[in-house]
């Protein structure tokens, strides 16, 4: 599939993470809550610099989501404590092409990570 975007997303961009997880939950056969979009929405915002998120759109769709965790150690001596990133939720619509948009996402989270000094891990 040609013309995936892919963005990391902002402080601006609560509600749509939220939305697209809501997404992912019903794809894996969950039912969210009422209120669960403006629950996630807001805990997001709160934590966003833990959790650094991108999402995909193709034909002017949102069809994608990375969400990872950012973890960062105590510093130690001779260690740069960037820390690591690992996947939390990686959603695909499945109407579109899943591995195209995943491949996507997770090259997008491995340069970001690569340009602040942090090892990645299981993001392939």
């Excluded at 610099?49 to 002017?60: D, F, L, Q, S």
């Excluded at 619509?93 to 899943?98: H, T």
Aim: hydrophobic share 50%.
């Amino acid at each position: 599939m040609e013309g995936v975007l892919i963005r990391r997303a902002g402080a601006a961009d609560g509600l749509l993470v939220a939305a697209l997880t809501i997404q992912a939950a019903r794809e894996e056969g969950l039912v969210p809550p009422v209120g669960f979009l403006d629950r996630y929405a807001d805990a997001w915002l709160a934590q966003r610099e833990a959790y650094p998120t991108w999402w995909a759109e193709a034909e002017r769709q949102h069809v994608g989501l990375l969400v990872a965790h950012r973890i960062r150690p105590l510093p130690w001596p001779d260690e740069p404590g960037a820390g690591t990133l690992r996947p939390v939720r990686l959603f695909a619509r499945p109407d579109y092409a899943v591995d195209v948009i995943t491949s996507a996402l997770r090259a997008a989270a491995r340069e970001w990570a690569a340009a602040h000094g942090i090892v990645t891990f299981d993001l392939d």
